[in-house]
């Protein structure tokens, strides 16, 4: 086994669908309404846990109903969160998404909660489980502070650290420098790059900007449009899955995820890629997010059914 340690955060997603996501200031009537485990973090590490890997979770959630049914989803998925904070004074992340009925595009409002109260110091419990991962994973929905002293660490017990660069922050140079591996979506990249980002070019060229101040790898998700890869200089376009998609929720986690245990099962850039691109389409095929994270057998059909277009 090559193990992921998931440093991140865990949030209740409360969902509806709608005919048409609401313009500012306007009311729209949906129905299905779902509460569905979420969060980066947790979405990530179930990822993990149903691809195949040992998936260890490090997070916080409040003392409340919210934090026990996130608690339960993460752990019936298999994932090892023993780790994980309970923080006494505050309340478990909450998430408000839309879901376009169809296009399966969303809109989320989040309320981090607890996720805040993870602290630096928190790490050390961290210290007996390096041995136990290959590839450390984070994201920005947690206190920088966290994510940088964390990446910090497992990459000096020798881990590959990899970082999901959602939701949007602009983060500095230095920052992003604690890691192998960078990966945006296209707004994530935007908020990188200081450039405006529309498409697989632009894409390309903020991402090789980027690349060029000294980021080793850089995967920009595209979604329908597949993903990209910098590294050592060269930039290629991975192509896309194609597939009927219901909810593009957790999708990106599912990505990353995929990216991490393809890198920790030594698989190579564009291999990896590849796998995580599958991650991703599978993932868009089912309605929320702890819910629509692929089992390894989803993924595994999709590369050999070879759809990538
Ligand atoms: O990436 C999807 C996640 O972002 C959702 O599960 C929601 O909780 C938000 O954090």
Avoid: W
């Avoid at 048409?20 to 009311?27: D, T």
């Avoid at 070019?201 to 920009?220: D, F, N």
């Amino acid at each position: 086994m090559a193990g992921v340690l998931v440093t991140g955060s865990m949030i209740l997603d409360m969902v509806i669908t709608v005919p048409r996501l609401p313009e500012p200031g306007e009311n729209v009537h949906g129905a299905g309404f779902a509460m569905v485990a979420g969060g980066k973090g947790a979405n990530q590490a179930v990822a993990a846990a149903r691809l195949g890997q040992d998936a260890f979770l490090m997070g916080c959630v409040g003392r409340d109903t919210f934090g026990d049914l996130i608690l339960d989803a993460v752990e019936q998925a298999g994932v090892d969160a023993s780790l994980v904070k309970r923080a006494p004074a505050a309340l478990t992340g909450v998430a408000l998404i839309a879901i376009e009925e169809g296009a399966g595009m969303n809109t989320i409002v989040v309320d981090p909660g607890a996720n805040m109260a993870l602290a630096v110091d928190d790490l050390d419990v961290l210290e007996p489980y390096y041995a136990r991962a290959r590839t450390a994973l984070f994201q920005l929905e947690i206190p920088l502070d966290v994510v940088a002293e964390g990446a910090r660490r497992a990459r000096e017990r020798g881990l590959v650290t990899v970082l999901d660069a959602g939701p949007p922050h602009d983060v500095p140079i230095e920052f992003l420098e604690a890691f192998d591996v960078v990966s945006p979506n296209e707004k994530e990249l935007a908020a990188l790059s200081g450039r405006v980002v529309r498409g697989v070019k632009s894409a390309m060229a903020a991402a090789k900007e980027l690349a060029g101040t000294g980021i080793k790898r850089i995967v920009v998700k595209m979604g329908e449009q597949g993903a990209l890869l910098v590294a050592d200089g060269d930039a290629v376009h991975v192509p896309p899955f194609e597939i009927d998609g219901v909810d593009s929720t957790g999708a990106g986690d599912a990505f990353t995820a995929g990216l991490a245990v393809a890198l920790a099962e030594g698989a190579g850039d564009a291999e990896a890629v590849r796998f995580a691109n599958a991650a991703g389409a599978a993932a868009v095929t089912v309605l929320g997010a702890i819910p629509s994270m692929p089992e390894r057998r989803a993924v595994q059909r999709l590369l050999v059914r070879g759809e990538s277009v």
